[in-house]
C-alpha cells in the first residue's frame, strides 16, 4: 500500500503542489492511490530546466508548479 510522504524541504521551487497529506484531502490521495499508475519525481534542477525549456521553446513563463508536467516529459 502506498503511504504519503511529507517532503521536508524549505528551498523549492514549486509552491503550488501540495507535499502533504491533511484530513481535508484523505479522499483525494485515495482516489489518486486507486487511479494513478505510475509517477515521476523531479529534482530541483530538472523542475528549472523545464521552467527554462518552456522560456526559451514555448516562450511562456512559467513558475515551478507549472513547469512540472513538462518536467516529465522532457
Partial sequence: MIQPRLRLSNTTQVTGVPFEIFKS???TFDLI???VDDYVLLEEDEIAAAMR???LEEHLVVEGGGAVGIG???
Fill in 25 to 27: 484531502n484523505r479522499y
Fill in 33 to 35: 492511490r486507486r487511479l
Fill in 53 to 55: 525549456y518552456a522560456l
Fill in 72 to 74: 516529465a516529459i522532457i
